[in-house]
């Protein structure tokens, strides 16, 4: 009965390969998120969607392209991999992160640990 | 620059004692400051959710202080057992111009519980 379930948990690829990482909340939240942690364990965020629309966009490559079919989901695509993009990708999400839903919670996925070789 | 700074980055400890773990942040303008616990190939639990006007929180054996003035907060962990051997994260929230929160994290102070 997973909150925030990611898929794959592990991706090994190579090179210049396109990837997709999936993301899916059961818990009706309006907000969800792309995380990136990197080898010294900083979590950064790369984007935000509020009912599938983009409201935080961290100067991400464009090589990354998020999509959101609906605000239960929001699946991460990369274009032309990188091995400076091997790191572990967190989804996650919040209630209403407008002003009244200040204090909301962040659930997060198990990570995607994506290995560019 | 908008920082949250941990300290120390690793720490030892027998099962059955006490820690505290340190955080700093300069971020402006302030929301709310959070610690999260992330065990191993996990991804991050929430452990307790402070604003600016709170100066403690309980949760279970975890207790968090924010100080809004100086900008600093621990985490006292009581009684220590080996399944709270994790990483412990600051994360200060910042209020964005579009009135969203942006959370900025803290590289964690990764605890080891030994018995």
Request: proline share 3%.
């Amino acid at each position: 009965d997973t909150a925030v379930s990611q898929t794959p948990k592990y991706l090994v690829t190579q090179m210049g390969n396109d990837k997709s990482i999936k993301c899916e909340q059961n818990l009706g939240h309006d907000t969800m998120y792309w995380y990136k942690q990197d080898s010294k364990k900083f979590l950064k965020i790369m984007f935000s969607y509020n009912n599938k629309e983009l409201i935080i966009n961290e100067t991400v490559p464009n090589r990354f392209s998020p999509k959101s079919p609906d605000k239960a989901h929001l699946n991460l695509h990369i274009n032309s991999l990188e091995l400076g993009d091997s790191a572990v990708y967190f989804c996650a999400s919040s209630s209403d992160e407008l002003s009244g839903g200040r204090n909301t919670e962040a659930f997060f996925g198990q990570g995607t640990r994506l290995t560019v070789v | 620059k908008n920082q949250v700074e941990q300290s120390p980055q690793s720490l030892i400890i027998l099962e059955g004692k006490n820690c505290t773990l340190q955080c700093n942040y300069t971020v402006s303008p302030f929301s709310n400051l959070r610690w999260y616990k992330q065990d191993t190939g996990r991804g991050p639990v929430s452990l307790t959710i402070m604003t600016f006007s709170e100066n403690t929180k309980s949760n279970g054996r975890y207790t968090a202080t924010l100080d809004a003035d100086t900008k600093q907060s621990s985490l006292h962990i009581t009684a220590s057992q080996l399944s709270d051997s994790a990483s412990y994260i600051c994360v200060v929230s910042q209020l964005t111009t579009g009135g969203y929160n942006k959370l900025i994290f803290g590289a964690g102070t990764r605890l080891a519980v030994h018995p």
